[in-house]
């Protein structure tokens, strides 16, 4: 039930724009963001709540279609500090599951000045 | 301010070995968590404690994988008679709200382990 991340990689020029979905089989409860450099612990970037609305946070925003069980986050005019790994972490909701989160394989994201 | 800390970061160890991770939480959360995390893959959900009561250890892949919080702060993950397989970074994460509640994890920087 691990959620499939799309693209695997992408290479953009500074400014570019980007768009990682996340998708998921099994019925959603929140969708958790995080980019992680190198060798770096996970960062935080934003939940998404079922029933919630989209967020944003400066040119970074997601939505979450609780229809499709998918999860998109856009990186808008890109900057080099953008680059690193983007990880969808999905929550089925405690009861029953495991309590952590269920990472996908995550998204290589390659910024070029 | 303080965020998770994970000691040591890197640790090598010789098959069959014993070895002992540790994780500071971020002071006040409930909610401690330990993942696993192969080169060029996710974080996979290891263990969780609410403060000292260890609620879920459904991903611990076998019995030489120990957890404790003894007393709801500090936590450790004890791995004995390594093996190869076992290579890969082990990350700490705490939240602040207990089971039930959707909340950020706040992951530490992590220990890199390496079995030989």
């Known amino acids: 039930q691990q959620p499939v991340q799309s693209p695997q990689a992408v290479i953009l020029r500074e400014g570019e724009d980007a768009v990682i979905n996340c998708s998921s089989s099994?019925?959603?409860?929140?969708v958790h963001w995080y980019r992680q450099k190198h060798g770096e612990a996970p960062v935080f970037l934003m939940i998404?709540?079922?029933?919630?609305e989209q967020k944003g946070h400066e040119k970074i925003s997601a939505s979450f279609n609780e229809k499709k069980q998918q999860s998109s986050l856009y990186l808008t005019a890109s900057q080099l500090s953008y680059s690193g790994t983007y990880f969808c972490?999905?929550?089925?909701?405690?009861?029953?599951?495991?309590?952590?989160?269920?990472f996908g394989k995550g998204t290589h994201l390659i910024i070029q000045p | 301010g303080a965020g998770v800390s994970q000691s040591p970061r890197y640790k090598v160890a010789k098959r069959g070995q014993d070895v002992a991770l540790r994780c500071d939480p971020i002071?006040?959360?409930?909610?401690l968590f330990w993942y696993q995390q192969a080169l060029g893959q996710g974080p996979e959900f290891l263990t969780y404690?609410?403060?000292?009561?260890?609620?879920?250890k459904s991903g611990l892949p076998s019995d030489r994988f120990f957890a404790e919080r003894p007393e709801g702060s500090v936590s450790t993950l004890k791995i004995q008679r390594t093996q190869q397989e076992d290579s890969a970074v082990y990350l700490c994460?705490?939240?602040?709200?207990?089971?039930?509640?959707?909340?950020?994890?706040?992951f530490g920087p992590g220990t890199r382990l390496t079995v030989l």
């Open positions: 994460a705490s939240s602040h709200q207990g089971r039930g509640w959707t909340d950020t994890q706040y």
């Open positions: 099994k019925a959603l409860y929140s």
């Open positions: 998404l709540l079922k029933g919630g």
């Open positions: 972490g999905t929550e089925f909701g405690w009861v029953g599951g495991a309590d952590g989160l269920t």
């Open positions: 002071s006040g959360h409930v909610s």
């Open positions: 404690f609410q403060n000292e009561a260890q609620l879920d």
